[in-house]
């Protein structure tokens, strides 16, 4: 999956390369000029490629979703602060089978933790034409977890059990609920309007106190509309 998602940021480049060249009227490689407009406001919503990471850890990726606002700040044509809020579910997944009292169980464990994400991004912003425009975004993400759980499902000889453990609540899980980490990724807005963008986040902090220090790990895609 990782190499799909990088074939795909590749393939974005690719084409602004493309359009780059094509173009007669592009701007300066870095404008510091007053932007035309003020703050502007969008809609993103996309999937989530999540996991953990960490020491001797094993983990499938899960796969899940993100939606959210976004608020662009200005700084020059070519610089821009971008921020927001967004609901995102990220997390990882497992399955194995293992030898039980002479039965072959296969187990299924499954996190899935959901956050509400505000990231602080430094935005590049590269005109090809009034049509196509190239951001690349670079910052911190600070994240709060709000729900989610954990949960096994265990099934042999046609027999099957389950359990679940809520992530965030002291009386069940051991998920530290804050979440911090960098995010990088760029994009492609179309016609003004219309947004494509991949997107990396990599967890800085511990999701669980362990000695494998599991943290967060997530690639994402979205689909957006700014105002």
Request: proline letters at 2%; a negative charge.
């Given at each position: ?7 795909a940021v590749?393939?974005v480049?690719t ?7 094509a173009?007669?009227?592009s701007?300066s490689?870095f404008s510091?000029e007053?932007a035309?407009e003020g ?7 996309g999937v989530?490629?999540a996991?953990l990471?960490?020491d001797?850890i094993d983990l499938?990726?899960?796969t899940?979703?993100h939606v959210?606002v ?5 700084l020059?044509?070519?610089l821009y602060?971008?921020t927001g809020l967004?609901?995102q ?7 194995y089978?293992e030898d ?7 187990v299924?464990e499954t996190?899935s933790p ?15 034409s009034d ?9 911190p993400?600070f ?5 989610g ?11 099957s059990a ?18 911090c980490?960098?995010q990088v990724g ?8 219309y947004?494509?963008g991949?997107t990396?986040?990599f967890?800085l902090?511990?999701?669980v106190d362990?000695?494998a220090?599991p943290?967060?790990?997530?690639w994402?895609i979205s689909l957006g509309?700014?105002f």
């Amino acid at each position: 999956m990782k190499k799909l998602l990088l074939a795909a940021v590749c393939a974005v480049f690719t084409l602004t390369a493309s359009a780059q060249r094509a173009s007669s009227t592009s701007s300066s490689f870095f404008s510091t000029e007053k932007a035309d407009e003020g703050v502007t406001f969008g809609i993103r919503a996309g999937v989530n490629f999540a996991n953990l990471s960490g020491d001797d850890i094993d983990l499938d990726s899960r796969t899940s979703f993100h939606v959210g606002v976004i608020a662009d700040i200005p700084l020059m044509q070519s610089l821009y602060i971008q921020t927001g809020l967004y609901f995102q579910s990220k997390g990882a997944k497992s399955e194995y089978n293992e030898d039980y009292g002479g039965y072959d169980v296969k187990v299924e464990e499954t996190y899935s933790p959901m956050y509400l994400s505000i990231p602080v991004l430094a935005s590049y912003r590269y005109n090809f034409s009034d049509a196509l425009q190239l951001q690349v975004n670079f910052g911190p993400y600070f994240a709060y977890g709000i729900a989610g759980k954990y949960k096994v499902e265990a099934s042999a000889a046609g027999e099957s059990a389950e359990d679940e453990t809520k992530l965030f609540d002291s009386d069940e899980g051991d998920w530290n609920a804050f979440d911090c980490g960098l995010q990088v990724g760029a994009g492609l807005t179309f016609a003004k309007h219309y947004y494509l963008g991949f997107t990396y986040d990599f967890g800085l902090t511990k999701v669980v106190d362990d000695d494998a220090n599991p943290k967060n790990s997530n690639w994402m895609i979205s689909l957006g509309y700014n105002f």
